[in-house]
């Protein structure tokens, strides 16, 4: 293996440590791709009706912003599979609340309905006690498979805040910081390699550096565009080993 490039950021020796998720509103990666939703959570004290969807595709920082949110606002979370309707009246006295994956009710919840009787329930409760709800979901609340006619015509109404996909410039900073959450250090050079050949969605950037991880885990050595090339079966491994990156 050949020395490494002076200058070049490596991986640390702690390969072990677990992942930490970093979850403050520093560690929020801003570009236009959401910008417009982050302004929005910023003025949730505005939201028409106290109530706003936060949609973007998985892995797009949907989590990450509502955590934000939550730290600025007060709010309790809750998976919106597990609400219950007891909940409810505690969650609305709290003033705040945010909602998470409210769009896999159908899929996740244990008993739908039940789940949807409880998110509804929350909802008026929310409104007579003016308290805000932020709902979490890939797609906008009218292409929910909501069943009950009263909370779809609810949630209809609710306005949405929108994560697009990533540009290239953002979706750099998702994979450094992917890495970054992981302990993983990695040259920019790296990253620059990685982006033209990945899919262009937030999620492919975990499993990428998922995957990474566990193979310089395996391997007992740095991430490096060799490593990655053969890890993730990309056709320039050997172009890599013969440059001696």
């Not at 007891?86 to 909602?99: I, K, N």
């Not at 900073?173 to 959450?181: E, M, N, Y």
Request: proline letters at 5%.
């Amino acid at each position: 293996m050949s020395a490494a490039t002076p200058g070049a950021r490596q991986m640390p020796l702690d390969l072990g440590l677990a992942r930490r998720r970093a979850m403050g509103r520093a560690e929020f990666l801003v570009s236009e791709a959401n910008e417009t939703a982050l302004a929005m959570l910023d003025d949730w004290r505005g939201w028409p009706n106290a109530r706003l969807a936060l949609i973007g595709p998985e892995g797009a920082g949907k989590t990450h912003l509502a955590h934000v949110w939550m730290s600025e606002s007060g709010a309790e979370r809750v998976d919106a599979a597990a609400l219950m309707e007891a909940d409810a009246p505690g969650l609305a006295a709290r003033g705040a609340v945010a909602v998470e994956d409210a769009d896999r009710l159908a899929d996740d919840a244990p008993d739908p309905l039940a789940a949807e009787r409880a998110l509804f329930h929350l909802l008026n409760l929310a409104a007579a006690e003016g308290c805000a709800v932020l709902l979490t979901g890939r797609t906008a609340p009218s292409r929910w498979a909501i069943k009950t006619p009263d909370l779809a015509s609810r949630l209809q109404a609710v306005a949405v805040a929108r994560i697009d996909p990533p540009d290239d410039a953002l979706l750099a900073a998702i994979l450094a910081k992917q890495f970054s959450d992981r302990q993983l250090r990695v040259s920019e050079a790296l990253i620059k390699y990685l982006l033209p050949r990945m899919e262009r969605s937030f999620k492919a950037a975990g499993e990428i550096a998922e995957r990474l991880d566990r193979a310089a885990l395996a391997a007992g050595k740095p991430v490096s565009r060799t490593l990655a090339a053969e890890a993730l079966g990309w056709s320039d491994s050997r172009e890599s080993v013969a440059r001696g990156e």
